[in-house]
């Protein structure tokens, strides 16, 4: 049973197995290690995910989301600090749309800044957005797994921009605070008809630099209910550190909602429904992608359209049959 | 047989037959529907594009992609005027990243702002960026067909950014055009990250507003000849209209090369295989999630993971071997 390309080496089910214990113990070296076994994908990771899986479900995982530009880093750190004052030991995953390196970089300075007593208690992993979304999506919600099982209380994922990707990634946690800042005008409208639906907690950062009563106010129209749950619309200035008490007390408050109405279990299970179908498709494509290359059907298929006697549509619907026929089954 | 979605209403095949006859004429307002058509989809898009396919092949497509603020709407209005000038019918699609209602308002004032002699023989239409990368790209590689059938000679492909997506559209073209601008620093070389291979020829734009040479310098170090071409980097004020007639010279310069060396058919076969793979694994997606969520075994799967009785990853490959038994061909 072979379906997923060994990208990772041979990580025996021994070693596997004494990494997850490390990782429960909440080892910050297991957790470098378990995290970019998930990451690379093969069979560690499945290895690891069957290890870890058992001990998920107890971290109450945030996503943090916005434009560039609105403070979301600042914002995180503050959010981070107010979390680990109120004595919970915090997880970040921060999705960086740059390269790796200028990313690590960033991501290096920003735990340099951090108070080093902090430091034991939080973990904070940079993940590159470069490659397929599927792919990201599948291993952010791996890495939260494992920040999970290693005895996070919060887990914070923070994303930016309005992606495909982003907004994927952006809504595989049981909160999503969205912040934007005032000044975007036009771009506000823009950002809502994305965000409107995700957010669960509105923030509008950088409040000091101008009244933010019209972004708050436009923000907040348009904002509908869900499921009892109106999204609040807060201010922050957060290099100031100003509001950021507030903003972790409606995310604990929405955790507590959640919980009381048995809505994050609900919801938990509808982002699994996705989360396995999108991951055996995938898996699916990868496998049958390589046999389909090697049929002759295939070339001539293609060489057809090539030479225009056969046309893109008619001919990606004979191919859909094609598909249909390899039964990869076999080679499991 | 039925694998895509009938989702544009019943286009009977005489109507279909009409409508690309008119589009052949460069009819706008067929041209017009028949995009919307490809656009949304459905049997509608696969009867057009088999009736327009064959009488595709002549327009040289030119994607000109970049981040936002570096003038690159006003680099294709004035690229478009320069096309013109020498006698070439123009087709434009903008993909654009804000929502649908602002993107057309900005467009209209695009086309507002254009000499009113050259809009015989200009289209443009924007394209929303929502939805899903692989449904974005085959809309968009349709909208090229169905502009290069209407006899364009010349199909301009506008996007921002560096996403999967934009990435994806500004790759499924003749040749594509890379615009940054002076003073993006660091930013440079993240984006030189994602765009130095894509690249065919790179533009300074605001070469005014400060000394570009450096950005040009550093834009052209890396970049790599590929099969015997240079990109070559220059420097445009697009709003002053400077060095745009040597970009479209440096376009025509690389289209010649292009078909002198045969790389033009070569480059184009290759993307339509990857148009084909994509195409028909979607379509299959399609068919094979609906079946899928009616099995019992799903239901059951789904549970044992919700109930910890099961891990994610394991399920995946559980699965992957279902998604194989699925025989959609029977529908066929």
Redesign the interface.
Known sequence: ?K??PERTGNQGSSLVSDLASRVLKGDHRALAKAISIVESGGIG??RL??EL??R??KAFTVGITGPTGTGKSTLVDKTIQEFRRRGRKVGVLAID???PY?GGALLGDRIRMMDHSLEREVYIRSMAS?G??GGLARAAI?TIRVLDAAGMDIVIVETV?????EVQVATAVDATVVVVMPQLG?EV??FK??FNEIGDIFVVNKADITNPSKTMFNVASGLQEKSGWRPPVLKTVAIKGTGVPSLVDSIEKFQKFLDDHGIREER??KR??S???E???S???T???TR?KQEKSWQH??GQ??K?EL???????K???????????EN?
């Not at 046309?311 to 619907?317: K, L």
């Not at 191919?319 to 089954?329: G, M, P």
């Open positions: 049973m379906y997923v990771r499945r995910i069957h899986y058992p998920t479900g749309p740059s390269s200028t470069r397929d979304v791996n921009g309005a992606g495909q990707t036009d409208q823009a008809a994305g938990r299970n699994l429904e989360e396995l179908i991951a055996a498709f898996d699916f494509y496998e049958t992608v389909l298929l293609l359209v090539a225009k046309d893109p549509e008619t001919a990606a619907s191919l859909v049959k094609a598909i249909a026929r390899l039964d990869v089954s499991a």
